[in-house]
């Protein structure tokens, strides 16, 4: 059995297995799939898609190796992503017990920022110009980048220089979390971050309401675009553009968010609807049924 999932390797070896008679499971993680998935599709004899709103886009591919297409979908099955055994524990604690575990008062809101694991500038920047007035409304939580850390260490001090210190104790910035990661967001109330499909995925399993700045694209449409406009679309997260991310409407999204439980749980209700936490178990098995 030969498993892609993207990139432009995928597309030599999806050929290889077809050639040669070699059972062929496709993955898309991204709501709309790239060149290298487009041109292999109609040779794969099994697609997983981590969201529904994929599927339309493998419409009418019919099995290269005819085998079984019997599914409410054909050939293509909506699975979702894997996410690690860590993030799917962590929902056995609660959001107060994992914000008191990691040090931050239990009972205050916590926003949690990340741009992923190489860091974002521009959410960096904007957030701590913003701090002055998040502050007396939540706790934070940057996770700033390793590259970008100093930088934005120095952006943060400045921005709290006329703060008290009870207002400075409610934020905090590190460069990086990996094995504290699950708990972070397991705490969060509000994320604010990217919306990579595996980031979209570990928010879906953990329920939590979110604020999605799409990384814009160098030409053309992103991805990450529309990743992000089906959870708007559901009411699961809030949607800013880069170029619109300013310190004021950060603030503004922000404090009407977690001023309201009710908008909270509706929208910590939507990115369940999203949640496939079986999706490991099930993609192997396809693996093995293929």
């Known amino acids: 059995v030969v498993f892609t999932s993207g990139g432009y390797v995928a597309v030599p070896a999806g050929l290889a297995a077809r050639l040669n008679g070699v059972p062929l499971l496709m993955h898309q993680q991204d709501v709309p799939p790239n060149l290298s998935n487009r041109l292999i599709a109609p040779l794969a004899t099994r697609i997983t898609v981590a969201f529904e709103d994929s599927v339309r886009y493998f419409a009418g591919n019919g099995d ?3 085998r079984d297409t019997s ?3 054909g050939k293509t099955l909506w699975l979702g992503n894997p996410v690690r055994q860590e993030m799917l524990d962590i929902r056995q604690v609660s959001p107060a017990q994992a914000r008191a ?10 926003l949690l920022v990340t741009g992923g694991s ?6 960096n920047q904007v957030v701590c110009q913003a701090l002055p007035n998040l502050l007396p409304h939540c706790q934070v939580l940057q996770i700033s980048g390793k ?6 260490r120095e952006q943060s001090i400045e921005a709290m220089a006329n703060l008290d210190e009870e207002m400075r104790r409610r934020y905090r910035l590190v460069a990086y979390l990996n094995e504290e990661m ?17 980031t979209l995925s570990e928010l879906a399993v953990l329920g939590k309401p979110s604020i999605l700045v799409p990384l814009p694209p160098a030409i053309g449409s992103s991805p990450q675009e529309a990743n992000a406009e089906m959870f708007g679309r559901k009411d699961a997260a809030e949607v800013i ?11 503004e999204r922000v404090i009407s968010i977690i001023a309201s439980p009710a908008r909270l749980e509706s929208m910590a209700t939507a990115a369940l609807t999203f949640a496939k936490p079986a999706a490991t178990q099930e993609i192997a098995a396809e693996i093995v049924k293929i």
């Not at 553009?241 to 603030?251: G, S, T």
Request: proline fraction near 7%; aromatic fraction near 6%.
């Open 64 to 66: 290269a190796l005819g």
């Open 241 to 251: 553009r880069d170029a619109d991310m300013k310190p004021e409407i950060l603030v």
């Open 147 to 152: 590259q970008l850390f100093e930088e934005t």
């Open 182 to 198: 699950p708990a972070a967001l397991q705490a969060s109330t509000l994320v604010l971050c990217r919306s990579g499909a595996a």
């Open 71 to 73: 599914g409410p979908y």
């Open 118 to 123: 190489q860091g974002a500038r521009h959410l």
């Open 101 to 110: 575990g990691l040090a931050f008062e239990a009972e205050m809101p916590l």
